[in-house]
């Protein structure tokens, strides 16, 4: 439990220096505007993170798809390693592309990691997209690290 509440305030921070540094006086109106909306996935623990416009570009938000792994082996598919997120208990995650600007928190196993690479044994089917920049900051959206 100590480990998530140190990876928690890591997020604030990220999403703190992230959001103070692209403020330029914001009006009445924009304070108003929550950058993240997140939601309960029925049926499950997760939860789905949306951007809004702005938030995806503040966070450089960019994907890439789940390929075929190349050679036989257990691993059936790769993702790039910037994808993968290690939580506190150690279990690995994929945000994927759940909607216009709206991304859901994924299981993936990874057999082994090759340069920038993950070769999967479980996870997204091929051409799901997944967050390869961002999955911090969507974490700490997720668990309500950062604002003000």
Partial sequence: MR??????????LIVGVSAAGCRSGAGAEEASVEPATVEAVAGTDLSR????EEGV???G?????VAPAARQGPARTTIPFS???????????????AGENAFVRTPI???RVDGGTA????????????VTVGVPELYGAEFGVGGE
């Fill in 3 to 12: 480990v998530r509440k140190v990876l928690a305030a890591a997020a604030l």
């Fill in 109 to 111: 196993t990874v057999d």
């Fill in 83 to 97: 994808a993968v997120l290690y939580d506190a208990d150690g279990h690995a995650w994929a945000y994927t592309k």
């Fill in 61 to 65: 938000i960019r994907l890439a798809p």
């Fill in 119 to 130: 070769y999967l044994r479980a996870g997204p089917a091929v051409g799901t997209m997944v």
């Fill in 49 to 52: 993170v949306t951007l809004t």
């Fill in 57 to 59: 570009d503040r966070l």
